[in-house]
């Protein structure tokens, strides 16, 4: 909390000091300062959320490496204050800008002393919260920055313009999404209106490694905000995260290198296949039982959702069932570059789509179906590639989509073009734990036994319920590249269940020799054996 009788020592440390601070030092000093430090210290020491945004968008468009007198300024208008210098120093010592501080004469060790700069419970003149929020800044990295960008839009705020997170905190702040409430004027803290963050921690702490700043934040905003409740300081109730370092798997050495042998694993695997038997029966006779493939040139269409980033929204954060935290799943485009491929040589049409919000999702699949699906068409496949648990795919807002309404989309009346045709339905469903395993190969989660209640429905999970699907970061999903290999090998030999079989003892055998539990599973509703090409038998 604030220190009762810092504003009372600081003549001690400083008074002399102090009294060689005016306009012509701030002017002069300015010059050794950096863009990126200079946005921190507008964002700390600006009262006006509004005049410093305009100001910082000014000289990120046009006078970023010219002098903008920004600190001047800001001195000029503070200067009627008695307190102005040691608002100065103060945010110097928070943005550690230690250099400066020694070139104004000042003992640097005093200074941190006084100020404590890594403590976010302790301000004397600059707003508390401005300070955690700060250590936000600090700590927010390109890939969260864009996360935050894309969950700001779920709330109709568009700060796709800023290139720092302090722009975008203070663009919050004129728009009142958030409120700082706390304002020190004069030596006395001002309480102007309630600080307001929730909204904001709630996007942050679903955010992979800012959870522990979103529980600081909510601390400072309790303390400025008088409320007795604070939130826990420890993470200790998030279902399926380890508490300890210690408590994480150990992987072996042999883990990694089994993976990189996995195309030598397959191909002994299906060395090992028992040979095709030599069938003299006419193609008519042997899919007599088969659905038809009414034109060899275009069997069907192969649509691919790939959920590869993930941003909270403010669906998934007003959602009380939403209490992951979604990492984004590297390795996923290679998965779907090898389905593009796979089924781009057995005639099927491909249209792809990437990080889409699940609203956008099924408008996606609607589109698909209205669009390019044909009369002449003989299946219909659908692969999505992401996080998923119990029955359902997360968008990349991370807002959980019902596969069951998937399948209940492609069987309804908006998709009168698919009945009576094997609907394919391909999961790699995914809950990653970032903070169980160390390695690059990452666990995708437990996906629910989902059994089909439609017919001509096929659907395949990359896991079995209870067990875990991997990904490596560099090389693609177990599954995925296990059946975009074995379908490229006997899809014009086999049907589609019984290649589906070979995947199964695949991954099986793949994650029994890296020691991991991974069974894939499928449930068919399917009335006839399911080729992808018409089978060629001598």
């Known amino acids: 909390m604030l220190q009762s009788d810092a504003r009372k020592q600081q003549k001690e440390y400083f008074g002399d000091k102090m009294c060689t601070i005016n306009l012509e030092v701030i002017q002069e000093v300015q010059k050794d300062i950096d863009s990126y430090d200079m946005i921190s210290l ?17 000289h990120q468009r046009i006078c970023k490496d010219s002098d903008m007198n920004l600190l001047y300024d800001w001195a000029l208008n503070a200067q009627s204050r008695p307190t102005w210098k040691y608002e100065f120093i103060e945010a110097l010592t928070i943005c550690r800008l230690y250099n400066v501080i020694r070139k104004l004469g000042f003992d640097v060790s005093n200074v ?9 419970n302790v301000s004397v003149y600059v707003n508390l919260i401005k300070k955690a929020l700060y250590k936000l800044c600090e700590n927010m990295k390109s ?3 864009q996360r935050l960008k894309k969950s700001l839009l779920t709330y109709d705020i568009d700060t796709s313009e800023y290139e720092s997170c302090e722009l975008i905190l203070l663009d919050l702040m004129s728009h009142k999404f958030i409120t700082v409430g706390q304002s020190n004027i004069h030596g006395k803290s001002v309480l102007e209106n309630k600080c307001q963050v929730e909204t904001l921690i709630k996007i942050i702490e679903n955010m992979p490694g800012l959870k522990k700043i979103a529980v600081e934040i909510k601390n400072v905003a309790n303390i400025i905000n008088n409320e007795t409740s604070s939130y826990p300081s420890q993470l200790d109730s998030t279902p399926g995260v380890s508490k300890k370092d210690n408590d994480k798997p150990k992987l072996e050495d042999k883990f990694d290198e089994s993976f990189v ?9 299906n060395k090992q296949d028992p040979p095709t038997l030599n069938l003299k029966s006419d193609t008519k006779q042997i899919t007599r039982d088969a659905y038809p493939i009414k034109n060899k040139e275009r069997i069907g269409v192969c649509c691919i959702i790939n959920q590869e980033e993930f941003h909270p929204s403010k669906d998934s954060i007003e959602s ?3 209490t992951h935290t979604l990492e984004n799943r590297l390795g996923s485009t290679i998965d779907q570059l090898s389905l593009e491929r796979t089924m781009s040589s057995l005639n099927f049409k491909i249209r792809s789509c990437c990080n889409v919000g699940h609203r956008e999702m099924i408008q996606f699949i609607k589109d698909v179906i ?11 496949m659908l692969c999505i590639l992401s996080h998923g648990i119990r029955g359902h795919v997360y968008a990349a807002d991370s807002v959980k989509v019902k596969v069951e309404d998937i399948q209940n989309l492609l069987d309804s009346n908006e998709a009168r073009c698919l009945r009576g045709i094997p609907k394919v339905l391909i999961l790699q469903a995914c809950q990653v734990d970032e903070h169980r395993y ?19 429905f096929l659907i395949y ?6 067990n875990e699907a991997y990904r490596d970061e560099q090389k693609g999903s177990i599954f995925i590249q296990s059946l975009c290999y074995s379908i490229g090998r006997k899809a014009k030999e086999e049907h589609l269940y019984d290649i589906f079989t070979k995947v199964t003892n695949i991954v099986s055998h793949i994650c029994n020799k890296l020691q991991r539990a991974q069974v894939p599973i499928f449930e068919s509703t399917l009335r006839k054996k399911l080729f992808l090409h018409i089978p060629e038998l001598t």
């Open 42 to 58: 507008v964002f700390l020491l600006y009262e006006v959320p509004d005049t410093a945004l305009q100001r910082l968008l000014v």
């Open 112 to 120: 941190k002393d006084h100020y404590l700069p890594n403590n976010i």
């Open 143 to 145: 890939d969260n920055l």
């Open 261 to 269: 042998d996995i195309f030598q694993m397959l191909e002994t695997l």
């Open 320 to 322: 009380e069932s939403q």
């Open 370 to 380: 209205h669009n390019d699906v044909c009369p002449d068409d003989s299946v219909f």
């Open 438 to 456: 160390t390695t690059h190969l990452v666990a995708d989660g437990p996906s629910e036994n989902y059994f089909l209640k439609k017919s001509d």
């Open 461 to 466: 999970w990359a896991t079995a319920p209870e």
